[in-house]
């Protein structure tokens, strides 16, 4: 039996929401952070970063402190909000 997909959970949505916000609030597009996530050490396409914010692909751990220090430490961290008071979480 091939192995079954892991489905996004709330948390990943609202990280992926996050993301995707903080990087147009940078003003970069997403080859733009995807080349930075990579000369970070952690090599990343536009297309899985566009997949990430669409909650099409999961965001591995590896991945998220990646795009964290491209984007600032502190950005992904300061949304504080809990994946219940996000609109729309959960119904992609």
Same mark, same amino acid.
């Given at each position: $039996? ?5 489905? &996004? ?5 609202? !990280? ?5 916000? &903080?990087? $147009? ?7 733009? /952070?995807?080349?930075?996530?990579? !000369? /970070? ?6 297309? !899985?970063?566009?997949? &990430? ?10 991945? /998220?402190?990646? &795009?964290?220090? !491209? ?22």
């Amino acid at each position: $039996m091939p192995p079954r997909p892991l489905e &996004i959970g709330p948390a990943g949505h609202v !990280a992926a929401q996050a993301i995707e916000r &903080i990087r $147009m609030a940078r003003g970069y597009s997403q080859r733009q /952070l995807a080349a930075r996530v990579t !000369a /970070l050490g952690r090599p990343m396409t536009f297309t !899985a970063l566009s997949r &990430i914010e669409r909650a099409v692909r999961r965001c591995d751990i590896d991945d /998220l402190v990646a &795009i964290a220090a !491209a984007l600032g430490p502190q950005a992904l961290l300061a949304d504080t909000r809990a994946p219940s008071e996000v609109a729309g979480v959960g119904e992609r």
